[in-house]
């Protein structure tokens, strides 16, 4: 799908109100990662990116020795090299048996980064035969990956947290799930994932954590939007017609990241077949944009033990952060509805 393509779709879903907190898929490219980065680096208590750094440095040899027959590693979401280097790559090079090495990103610069840092190694570059990379969804990617030994599949930076359409009344269960399993797709019947996410369900905490340092990534996505939407006509993302805004709600384990309006605004869109779309957003209005969710670990062990997978191990810090490291497990056979036959029969 084209990049405008895709921004259309995302942005006539959110001002629709047919899918929420979906705009992760858009928001790390076109300058959206730069900003990103900016505020990893702006923040100093946006603690999942530095926290997450420190915890994999000071458990690195342990997480390692967790993974000394992995023979492929299939890093998920590597984003910019300045993470990479940092995260995932001083693991990869305590692993004596890695041969071959997947990244998967939805955006294929930050893959190009990957692979520069795997380059810089000699261990690596000794070591590693094969290096691959793929610009896609990696929930699509179980089937295209090809297997190359026993895999460890990383997903650092609570990538497994960022669903869609996640509700705000309790825990996506599904959804999560489905993250799970795309996982376990990837790491195959004897492997390893390794998941970093953060498990902090302080209000105050996570309040200085997406402070408003966090506002210009937030608001770029507007730009994005603006943009890339094919048949936009009069919308204005100027920065100052949005007030960022994050919301906690226990009861989902969610930071909800809000887009508030400012200045009411009435746009069209014209859609392929000529049908124009007409949206109108009041001051006050407000749009989820992102959902992180913060789970917490027992929820993950439950849910993943439903999609083939095992708690091995983890490790955790005094933010909440935890690297959790889970083992292949034998799926449970998948219960079909029950069949007609049977559901005849009447109990005395
Ligand atoms: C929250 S960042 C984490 C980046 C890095 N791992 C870190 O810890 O700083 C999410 C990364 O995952 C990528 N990403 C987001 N959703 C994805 C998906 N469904 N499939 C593949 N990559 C995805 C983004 O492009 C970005 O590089």
């Known amino acids: 799908m084209s990049f405008d393509k895709l921004v259309t779709k995302v942005a006539l879903d959110l001002f629709a109100r047919r899918v929420q907190g979906h705009t992760g898929e858009i928001a790390y490219q076109n300058g959206g990662g730069k900003l990103f980065e900016q505020f990893t680096h702006a923040n100093r208590h946006y603690y999942p ?3 997450e750094i420190n915890l994999l ?4 040899d342990a997480i ?6 992995v023979e492929h590693a299939i890093v998920v979401g590597p984003g910019p090299a300045s993470s990479f280097s940092r995260k995932e790559y001083p693991i990869l090079e305590k692993l004596p048996n890695l041969k071959a090495v997947s990244l998967i990103d939805l955006s294929a610069d930050f893959n190009t980064q990957a692979r520069g840092v795997l380059k810089q190694s000699r261990i690596l570059c000794r070591r590693v ?11 699509d990617a179980g089937t295209v990956v090809p297997a190359k030994g026993k895999a460890a599949v990383f997903l650092t930076g609570g990538l497994v947290t960022n669903l869609h359409n996640a509700p705000l009344n309790g825990f ?3 959804d999560m799930q489905s993250m799970l399993s795309a996982c376990r797709d990837l790491a195959g019947d004897d492997g390893y994932v390794i998941l970093g996410y953060d498990t902090n369900q302080w209000h105050d905490s996570l309040d200085r954590a997406y402070d408003q340092s966090l506002a210009p990534f937030m608001k770029n996505i507007m730009k994005i939007i603006a943009d890339h939407t094919t048949g936009i006509q009069g919308f204005d993302p100027h920065p100052n017609n ?3 805004e994050m919301q906690w709600h226990k009861k989902a384990s969610q930071v909800a990241h809000n887009l508030v309006f400012t200045k009411s605004q009435r746009f069209t869109i014209t859609e392929p077949n000529g049908y124009v779309r007409n949206f109108a957003f009041d001051i006050g209005d407000e749009l989820l944009m992102m959902s992180s969710i913060k789970p917490l670990p027992q929820k993950m062990t439950q849910l993943a033990g439903m999609c083939g997978l095992t708690t091995a191990n983890g490790y955790f810090d005094q933010h909440g952060l935890v690297e959790h490291i889970f083992r292949s497990a034998p799926r449970h056979p998948v219960m079909g509805p029950p069949s007609t036959s049977t559901a005849l029969i009447k109990l005395p």
């Not at 440095?57 to 690195?60: D, E, K, M």
């Not at 094969?130 to 610009?135: F, N």
């Open 64 to 69: 390692a020795g967790n993974l000394q027959d």
């Open 49 to 51: 990116y530095h926290g």
């Open 57 to 60: 440095s000071i458990n690195r």
């Open 242 to 244: 949005f007030r960022y």
């Open 172 to 174: 996506p269960d599904q």
């Open 129 to 139: 035969k094969s290096v691959d990379d793929y610009e896609m969804d990696f929930r």
